[in-house]
């Protein structure tokens, strides 16, 4: 969709999706699925986690300045997404305690899993719970040396203690196995899917025998409403390329608590401002983009 304007070259958006395809698999590309290499590994299965609204403090003055700020079209495009990344962090703040409440319940059972987040102080008050708890927990952040990361994923895969890893998304999506669990919960969610797949795989590799569970925990007016969709369709347009075979539309659905909080289908935002978007990530299908919602 490369057009030319008064500052330059456009190439936000995407078209012809199959004959880019088909290109790339006749020239350049040669791709090796997990699937097809490792056709033993147990499957992957994905679901959305709405959190209890009790818990996410949705009424504060600065979520619904910054809600009010996502409608406002007199934004420019960069100026929505500098809205949207001060909205992405107080979202952080505002579920922490929702987050913290689920974690509480899954450490009450006996099952070992991973806790992703993004921003430090979800990642500190995750690590207040379980030290309150007396849960025997690493972490891994942009903090931990290289020494220290093997000796935690060591103490993590093999002490059976040793039951939750938090970890940061952008650091400890990469390079390390934690094969020891079969649960991998989001407590936050990141705008590359790349780094989402890669993170969902810590657990997903040679010696897996359980399947595999991902949770995205998700509250519903907050910086998610926004974030989630544009993930599915960023993730839509590189399978649409034969860069990936992943996808978010086809996850199972899970609510936390509140049986009355309102069904998926109402969960994601249909307004104006996911084109402007989609268009800014290099993804404006317009179906897809439009309205986004999980089949």
């Known amino acids: ?18 004959e880019l395809q088909l290109f790339l698999e006749k020239t350049v590309m040669i791709r090796r699925l997990k699937s097809d290499v490792l056709s033993q590994l147990p499957a992957k299965q994905r679901q959305v986690v709405l959190l209890d609204p009790s818990h996410v403090k949705t009424t504060d003055k600065v979520l619904q300045h910054m809600a009010c700020e996502m409608h406002n079209t007199k934004l420019k495009v960069m100026e929505k997404r500098g809205v949207l990344l001060t909205y992405f962090r107080e979202t952080g703040i505002h579920k922490v305690k929702a987050v913290c409440k689920y974690i509480e319940d899954l450490v009450e059972g006996d099952q070992k899993f991973l806790c992703f987040a993004h ?11 379980l030290n309150r708890k007396n849960c025997s927990h690493i972490r891994i ?5 290289s020494e220290l990361r093997k000796q935690l994923c060591d103490k993590f895969q093999y002490n059976d203690m040793c039951r939750v890893a938090v970890l ?8 390390i196995t934690l094969s020891s669990a079969s649960l991998v919960v989001f407590a936050e969610l990141f705008w590359n899917p790349g780094i989402l797949t890669q993170a969902e ?82 993804s404006s299908d317009s179906t897809q983009a439009k309205k986004t919602k999980l089949q």
């Open 1 to 18: 969709n490369g057009k030319k304007n008064q500052w330059g070259w456009d190439f936000s958006g995407s078209s012809n999706m199959h």
């Open 119 to 129: 921003h430090q102080v979800v990642l500190d008050s995750i690590c207040d719970l």
């Open 141 to 145: 952040d942009g903090k931990t040396s």
């Open 168 to 175: 940061s998304i952008t650091a400890a999506n990469a390079g």
């Open 201 to 282: 795989d810590r657990v997903h590799r040679i010696g897996q025998q359980n399947c595999v569970v991902i949770q995205y925990l998700v509250a519903k007016g907050t910086a998610d409403d926004y974030i989630w969709p544009l993930v599915c369709n960023k993730l839509d347009t590189l399978g649409k390329a034969g860069l990936s075979k992943d996808s978010f539309y086809d996850v199972d659905l899970k609510i936390s608590a509140d049986q009355k909080q309102p069904t998926l289908e109402d969960f994601f935002i249909e307004d104006e401002l996911w084109p402007d978007f989609a268009d800014e990530d290099g």
